[in-house]
Every structure is written in structure tokens, then in C-alpha cells.
């Protein structure tokens, strides 16, 4: 098993910056990519951006060129930095971790509440 725990969410006007983390215990030996989706109320949980083992990213249209994702190995730890921060990037933001092959298990956290003011 592993446990995924969020913190750094909070409110912020537009144009600030945010930096949340996600801490991971347990097997962290089995882990192979960690990611962050979000969800707004009333909406579908959307993936933000993910990492994998060796450090290849991947970002989704919304968060490509203001969002950073980075995974610290040593520390167990990973890492969503969101700079240009607008109203529309509001919601629980989950960190997510998925084990490796042959039979991959995904792991969500608790999730941290994001909220921008206009």
C-alpha cells in the first residue's frame, strides 16, 4: 500500500503562486509515475500533470506553461508548482501515484482545496 498526503493548497488572488506538495509513505518502491488531477464542483476530476520514475513529464493544455511538476526520489515527495494562477484553476487538486507492471495500482491522496479570487 501507499499513502499519498497533500498540503500547500490555499486561497490566492489571480496571478499568484502556489506550490503543493505530495508526500508518499508505505511502498514507495512499487511507485512508477505520481500526477495531480483536480476537480471543480459539479465537475469531472481532470488530470493536471504527471511524472514519471525517470523524471519524463507530461501536462495538460491548461497547465502547460505555467504549471511545473518535479519529484524529489530521496524525499518521497512531489511537487506541483502553479505560477499565473486564474479563477478557473479552483478546485480540490489530488495527488495521484500509480504502481509499476505487471499489475499497476493507482493511489489517490485526501486532496488539497485550491482557491482563486478574481
Known amino acids: 500500500q501507499v499513502q499519498l498526503v497533500e498540503s500547500g493548497g490555499g486561497l490566492v488572488q489571480a496571478g499568484g503562486s502556489l506550490r503543493l506538495s505530495c508526500a508518499a509513505s508505505?511502498?514507495?518502491?512499487?511507485?512508477?509515475?505520481m500526477g495531480w488531477y483536480r476537480q471543480a464542483p459539479g465537475k469531472q476530476r481532470d488530470f493536471v500533470a504527471s511524472i514519471t520514475s525517470g523524471g519524463i513529464t507530461n501536462y495538460a493544455d491548461s497547465a502547460e506553461g505555467r504549471f511545473t511538476i518535479s519529484r524529489d526520489n530521496a524525499k518521497n515527495t512531489m511537487f506541483l508548482q502553479m505560477n499565473s494562477l486564474k479563477p478557473e484553476d479552483t478546485a480540490v487538486y489530488y495527488c495521484?501515484?500509480?504502481?509499476?507492471?505487471?499489475?499497476?495500482?493507482?493511489?489517490w491522496g485526501q486532496g488539497t482545496q485550491v482557491t482563486v479570487s478574481s
Open positions: 495521484h501515484a500509480r504502481s509499476r507492471p505487471p499489475l499497476p495500482i493507482n493511489y
Open positions: 508505505g511502498a514507495i518502491f512499487s511507485i512508477d509515475a
